[in-house]
Structures are given as C-alpha cells and as structure tokens.
C-alpha cells in the first residue's frame, strides 16, 4: 500500500481508502446498495486494515449511525493506526441540513459515541454550499472551536457538486474536500478543483471511482436491482447508456474484457493531479483485498491519462452523453 499526505495538511493516509456508505444497511426512507450483513462488514473492515487501508469514510447518515457503529466496534484497540472520517449537516433522510452550532456539537458528540473515539481525524461539513458558508460564518467558526478543543483534527468538506469544492478552498482555506470523481466523471478537471486544489494546498478525497459499480467491468446496465438499492431509480436507458461508456473508456486505458477493471479505476483516480485517495465502497472482505491491492499500482503515465480524456470526450462513439454530466 502506498501512503500520501493530504494537500499540505501534515495528515498521511493509505491511497486507496474505505468507503462506508454501503456498510450502514438499508434504513428507513434511505436507499444505498441495499440489506447488508454487519458480519460480513467487520470482515471486509479488519480484511481493509490487514491489508494496508487506514482512511475510513464515514457519515452519521451513513446507516442513521450504524456504519459509524461498526467503525467503532472494528476497531478498538486501534484507533491509533487509523484515520476517521465523518462528516456533520444531515443526521435524517428526511430532514433538511443543519450546520447550526448546536447541530454541530450534538452531532460530534453522537459521532465520537458511535465511533468509541475522543477525536475525529477529519470532520467533513456534508453538501454545505460556499454560499451558506459565506452567509453563516459560525459555521467554521464552531468547527475550528472543536478542533482546538481536540474534538477534531481537520476541517473538510465532502461537496455535493465539485465546482463547489473551489471557492471553499479559496475562501475558506479548507484543505480537505471530497467529491466525486472517475473516469465517467470529470467535473473536478472541468470546474477547476483539481487546479484548486493544487495552487491552495488541498487535497482531494475521491469519491465514487468505480462509478457505481459500472466501472468495475462487470455491469451491462440489464442488470435488475433490488428495490433498496438506489441504482433501480435510475432508467433501462441510463444503465445501459452508462456500462457502453464504462466499457469504452476502460478500453481506452488498457483494460480487456474478462479481466477485473477495478486497477485501472482506481489508479485512474490516483493519476488525477490534487488526488491524495480515493475511497471505493467496500461491502465484502474480497472487495477489500482487492482494492487495497490496487493501493500498490503506480499512477498511470501521461499517454494513458491523455488516451482515456480522449475517449470521453469523443463525440463519435456510440452511446456518448458526457457520462460525468450525468452523475450526482
């Protein structure tokens, strides 16, 4: 496993980090990738930490607290050896964002409950616009409170759109943003965080790489998925629309079909300039090995990169609609 600082923040962590949404189950009025059994994910958690990852993303959303819980439970007795990452604003599916103080400090308190910790390495603000930052400033006052109270050790956000991610670093000097990013998706180059990032010392937690799955390889779009998972919102058109531009751009960095693509995902993900790592969803001890696995691929040179731009953003092939456009 390879190891980076994120941005200039002094923090090191595994490339290729634990995405924990899927872990927290299916909750009420809350979709993710459906049922989940907590055995198999305290598995896939000590198989990560065996192998190399130290970076846990997590969310009091995540599960309404249960993927939280299990980051807890898996890992008592080493709390040293890894990094949290949590996030505040949403504790509800169905209740608006609060980044009130108040909301804010219950809502580390109920973390550090969960996570059986009396720190927060990274605490994310979740889907909070540059615009509420900038018209509620106790905001990051109340975060920059908790961090030299030792509540926590960094402010980040996780962004809802990742153009959103530039003026949050350049108005608010914060050193860690989330966004999504992958082949299939390339508003980080397009709005400019990635150049953000790199001119203001941040570092960039790259969510989704596999594209919901799609980028693995192994999706047709005919696939028919459970009500709990959120992917059975989407439309027969779209999925199929979404595998026929996974499988060509995948083709365009190397991969052959009948191979697992999951590599050329994530290195694809670790080659974008700013990207300190990346956090796949991991459901299965196989998906943990096999991702910290690609944790000691090299990035890819610069052909590669320039071949797989190339590829999206070929008007000629079939089935092209900017996948990355579509994303959310």
């Known amino acids: ?42 598995r896939a958690l000590a198989a990560a930490f065996d192998h190399g990852i ?26 040293d050896r890894i990094v949290i990452a949590t996030k505040v604003g949403y504790s509800d599916f169905n209740r608006r964002a609060d980044f009130s103080p108040a909301a804010i400090r219950q809502s580390v308190e109920d973390s550090l409950q969960r996570l059986r910790t009396d720190y927060i390495d990274i605490l994310q ?21 908790l961090r030299r109270e030792g509540k926590l050790r960094l402010v980040g956000a996780s962004v809802k759109l990742p153009a959103d991610g530039v003026p949050i670093i350049q108005d608010h000097g914060l050193k860690v943003i989330q966004a999504n990013l992958s082949m299939m998706d390339r508003r980080s180059f397009e709005g400019g965080l990635l150049d953000a990032a790199m001119t203001g010392g941040a570092g ?13 390889g192994q999706l047709t779009g005919n696939e028919e998925f459970g009500p709990d998972d959120h992917r059975s919102r989407w ?10 531009d996974a499988q060509h751009l995948l083709t365009a960095a190397g991969w052959q079909p009948g191979k697992s693509a999951t590599p050329f995902a994530l290195r694809f993900a670790l080659s974008c300039p700013g990207v300190a790592t990346t956090i796949p969803g991991i459901l299965s001890p196989e998906q943990a090995v096999e991702n910290a696995a690609c944790g000691e691929l090299d990035d890819f040179p610069a052909s590669v ?3 797989i731009a190339d590829s999206y953003n070929d008007e000629s092939t079939p ?10």
């Open 1 to 42: 496993m390879r190891y980076r600082e994120i941005g200039a923040t002094g923090l090191k962590v595994s490339v290729v980090g634990f995405g924990a949404w899927g872990i927290g189950g299916k909750v009420k009025d809350g979709l993710s990738y459906g049922r989940t059994d907590d055995a198999v994910s305290r």
């Open 54 to 79: 130290t970076l846990y993303d997590t969310a009091p959303l995540y599960g309404l607290g249960h993927s939280e819980a299990l980051i807890g439970q898996a890992f008592t007795g080493h709390r």
């Open 125 to 145: 603000l979740h889907d909070a616009s540059p615009e509420y930052l900038r018209q509620h400033p106790e905001t990051l006052s109340t975060l920059d409170d």
């Open 204 to 216: 960039i937690i790259a969510r989704t790489p596999l594209h919901f799955g799609f980028l693995t």
């Open 235 to 244: 439309s027969r058109q779209h999925l199929v629309r979404w595998a026929n």
């Open 305 to 307: 990169m320039a071949a």
């Open 319 to 328: 089935n092209h609609d900017v996948a990355g456009k579509r994303a959310s």
